[in-house]
């Protein structure tokens, strides 16, 4: 797997590492990309990831499948709404969810879901650490390949592919922290139940464009971190540099964008960048996405990380659990 440190290395299409130097026997290679890897999460909190291992085909019918749930008519739709199912498993129309306060709805539809089986159980078992988002997930009875095309790509009992690519990125995390490689293995989605995918759906925005409403406002995500899959060839998410200027984070064909999110700088005392984003679709087509959002076991305590704490740099955040998080910032964006 390889790395292009961050979207301005994309952008002047600087050469990615290998990360495969992080096991390497060469110490000047394995603290040159340690040092990448300490730049992107600590400077920018974005990065691309290539040669992730997830098949082209699951990638390709998961969009697909992405497609045609969304081409359902809203009546359809509704019947999942997200308002209608504990745990926020569902449904969420155009303008019902709002990621920037200052905002007045975002301007996608998306659907989301929690971990599940690779063969669906009956129904899915609630798991003792779910909090806030428990419950079962749920799904179009005339679309029965949507679960399972979406599923595959991120959720699988079997190949776990984006679960999986997300616990390879921890022992990176930890020798930027210069932490042992081991260290986030027993606190980090142990369980996999903290894992939430979404995929969405940005209606074409034409014409002068009222700031706001746009495709998703500026926010940052809520967990650990983001694996993102883009549509290739439209340009829509931008992220917000040091010099508050929005900076475009182009789809790459090939690569997944990571993007460090809240639970992880709260961790690390925002030693680690939870960059703020959003997406305008102006490309006069629609656009699809779908994000992973690798989150935290809901009982680990964001507990700043020793190596992120000294006098100089004192604590910054009350100690809470992940899932007393997740909640706030559910309330913020849906309002209950
Ligand atoms: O669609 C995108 O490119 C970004 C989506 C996003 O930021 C989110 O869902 O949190
Ligand atoms: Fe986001």
Known sequence: MQISYCVYSVLNKMPYRDLADINSDDTAARTSLAQVIRDACMNVGFFYIKNHGIPEYVIYNAHQATKEFFAQPDEKKAELDITK????????????????PANMGDM???FEFGWEEMVPKERDEKRANDGVMAGANVWPEDLPSFRTDVTRLMLTKCSHHAVKLGK?????????????????????CTRNSAAI??????????????????????????ECFTILWQEPDIQALQVLNSKVQWVDAPPVPGTFVVNIADQLARWTNDVFKSTVHRAINRSGVERYSIPLFFGMDYDVKLESIPTCVSPERPSMYEVITAGEYVKERLKATYGY
């Open 197 to 222: 995918m979404r995929v969405l759906h940005y209606p074409p925005q034409t014409g002068p464009i009222d700031q706001r409403v746009i495709g998703i406002g500026a926010h940052t995500d809520w």
């Open 168 to 188: 390879k990125l921890f022992p990176l995390f930890a020798l930027a922290l210069d932490l042992p490689p081991d260290f986030f293995d027993d606190k980090a």
């Open 85 to 100: 199912n504990p745990g926020f498993k569902g449904y969420n129309a155009v303008l019902s969810s709002n990621n920037n």
């Open 108 to 110: 996608h539809e998306g």
